[in-house]
């Protein structure tokens, strides 16, 4: 019990007298390391910092979590080339100029921050590994301007081709597809109530009965799509039974 009374009071008193900034000895005391060249986790939530001070002395870190701070720029993160997992949500980040650094960045949380524009995360295309990108957090009620708009999430993938996760949500990889039909289903949903709503309450006669119907084919659209693939591969999987049993019965005949 001392022993983590003195950790928390090392830490308070060093946020005092640096005024929020990173020192080595707020390295070591929450790290338990004594050399800050050998740390390789650390979580430095909740701090109060607002200057990086020495973190990129951490040249071994590979996982770092500043998040709850009242950080504005990242440029001291240079150095961190072995970097690769980065939580900086709920923050007063404006442009994440200085990620593109870090060359081994694979993940990066920068939900609740003041973003405003998806130009702004320009910087990260240069991250080569990037493929986890969390703008909006929900669960947690962190948000940037930016997510306001209705083309954010497109406008990103555009910029960020090689982003396998955006926001929790898997987009490229193994269960892409599943999210991406989830959610065209949820569209159409929306769209459906909203029409049956405006024909009980605005019927307009003076129209043509298909007025309000979708204007795409259900064959033409994704979903159309989705099916077609699905039956095909339900057909593969047919064929592929037949010729194990075909196999199956050959094998069979010759053991007798």
Known sequence: INYLFTIATTCGVENRMEDGKITKALLKTRSGEFDIESIHTLNLRDCGLSDLGCISECTQLERLNLSRNDLTKLN?????????????SGNRITNPEGLQALESLQSVNLAGNLIGSVNSLRCLTALDKLEDLRLHDPVRDLSNPLCHSNTY?????????NLKVLDGERILGLGSDVFSMCREIEESLERRQDVNSQQSSNPSPWVSNDYFEPTTKFEESRLGDA?????????SCKMAVKKSEDVFVKLKKSTK
């Open 227 to 235: 099916k077609e693939q699905l039956e095909a591969l339900l057909s």
């Open 76 to 88: 001291k993160l240079a150095g961190l080339g072995n970097l690769s997992s980065l939580n900086l």
């Open 153 to 161: 999430r497109k406008d990103v993938l555009d910029m960020l081709p």
